[in-house]
């Protein structure tokens, strides 16, 4: 006897049905990446883009930190002649690059949040696709691991890469040209918390298309979701690590690297002295691993939370 749908010749073992050879990791991934196709497609011009731009601004780092301006004769380094720019400087256009390209790091999970609610898992729950995989080839809860896992390899991949890019870009991280390390957008784009960022951009974003199952809905509630986890992280970021308090009879000035938490109050037990509250460089990566840690729990509660979701809506 065999299976419905096998096909057998004398002397030959049966074949097994299409559907039954195409449920393998590889033929999953396959079908996913067919079917997503082109947010693949964009995904990697516009990391080609980003990565192009750091090379560049690399290129320019020593002369911006010497001031070269375009408007010399010729312009140096390949930037634009003064007939085209008036005077720009070196200076300018790394700076100006570094800040633009953190911002897009700091805020990837929001694009990343909303194409995994509403086109990686609410349209595909919303037009059916989604179900009849489940009849025909796959289970739901492969399906649903087959969804995640591709993009969250493939995110983790880029997103380290341009992290390293943007960090050998920036070269000693001159405050004065690349911003100092504790502004909001250079401290995600310059450690692992970017990485975490996108992960839990991913995670909530398919948690809500499997909630909402309706493409639109999921992807404004993971952008919503998204929205407040990066303000209330960003709003509290000075809580995570202890402070430093220096007290001095007089105002207290602290070295530019010092990311102040309070400025010169007076001292509680009402003493004329001042106190000051910061943290000093060297908490930068204490701040990131609990940042990271935190976001990869919560992209972890969120995965297990939609894996749950998932199987209890099962019939």
Request: hydrophobic share 50%; proline share 7%; aromatic share 8%.
């Given at each position: 006897m065999?299976?419905?749908?096998?096909?057998?010749?004398?002397?030959t073992?049966?074949?097994?049905?299409?559907?039954?050879?195409?449920t393998?990791?590889?033929?999953l991934?396959?079908?996913?990446?067919?079917t997503?196709?082109?947010?693949?497609l964009?995904?990697?011009?516009?990391l080609?883009?980003?990565?192009?731009?750091?090379?560049?601004l690399?290129?320019l780092?020593?002369?911006?930190?010497?001031?070269?301006?375009?408007?010399?004769t010729?312009p140096?380094?390949?930037?634009p002649?003064c007939?085209a720019v008036d005077a720009i400087?070196?200076?300018?256009?790394y700076s100006t690059?570094l800040?633009?390209i953190?911002?897009?790091?700091?805020?990837a999970?929001?694009?990343?949040?909303?194409?995994?609610?509403?086109?990686?898992?609410?349209r595909?729950?919303?037009?059916?696709?989604a179900?009849?995989?489940?009849?025909?080839?796959?289970g739901?809860?492969?399906?649903?691991?087959?969804?995640?896992a591709?993009?969250a390899?493939?995110?983790t991949?880029g997103?380290?890469g341009?992290?390293l890019?943007n960090l050998?870009?920036?070269g000693?991280a001159?405050p004065?040209?690349a911003?100092?390390?504790y502004e909001?957008?250079?401290?995600?784009?310059?450690?692992?918390?970017a990485?975490?960022y996108?992960?839990?951009?991913?995670a909530?974003?398919?948690?809500?298309?499997?909630?909402?199952?309706?493409?639109?809905?999921?992807?404004?509630?993971?952008?919503?979701?998204?929205?407040?986890?990066h303000?209330?992280?960003?709003r509290?970021?000075?809580?995570l690590?202890p402070?430093?308090?220096?007290?001095?009879?007089?105002?207290?000035?602290?070295?530019?690297?010092?990311?102040?938490?309070?400025w010169?109050t007076p001292?509680?037990?009402g003493?004329?002295?001042t106190h000051?509250?910061?943290?000093?460089?060297s908490?930068?990566?204490?701040l990131?691993?609990?940042e990271t840690?935190?976001?990869?729990?919560?992209?972890?509660a969120?995965t297990a939370?939609?894996?749950?979701?998932?199987?209890?809506?099962?019939?």
């Open positions: 065999t299976a419905l749908g096998a096909t057998t010749e004398p002397g073992r049966p074949t097994a049905p299409p559907a039954a050879r195409q393998g990791p590889g033929s991934f396959r079908a996913l990446s067919r997503h196709r082109t947010a693949l964009l995904s990697g011009l516009a080609t883009a980003v990565a192009a731009a750091l090379v560049w690399h290129s780092g020593d002369e911006a930190r010497a001031g070269v301006s375009a408007c010399a010729p140096a380094g390949g930037l002649s007939a400087t070196a200076d300018e256009i690059g800040s633009v953190a911002t897009v790091l700091s805020w999970l929001f694009p990343v949040a909303a194409w995994a609610g509403g086109t990686l898992i609410g595909e729950l919303e037009h059916g696709t179900q009849l995989a489940w009849t025909q080839s796959v739901p809860l492969r399906w649903l691991a087959a969804k995640l591709l993009p390899a493939l995110l991949a997103t380290s341009l992290v890019l050998w870009a920036r000693d001159d004065d040209l911003g100092d390390w909001a957008d250079v401290f995600v784009s310059t450690g692992p918390t990485v975490a996108v992960l839990a951009g991913l909530l974003g398919a948690l809500a298309g499997l909630v909402w199952r309706r493409a639109l809905p999921a992807a404004g509630v993971a952008l919503g979701a998204s929205l407040l986890l303000s209330f992280l960003e509290h970021r000075e809580d690590w402070t430093i308090t220096r007290i001095a009879p007089n105002s207290i000035e602290l070295p530019r690297s010092a990311y102040q938490v309070s010169n001292a509680p037990n003493a004329q002295t000051t509250t910061f943290h000093p460089q908490h930068f990566w204490p990131q691993y609990v840690g935190l976001l990869l729990a919560l992209a972890a969120a939370t939609a894996f749950v979701v998932l199987a209890r809506r099962l019939p």
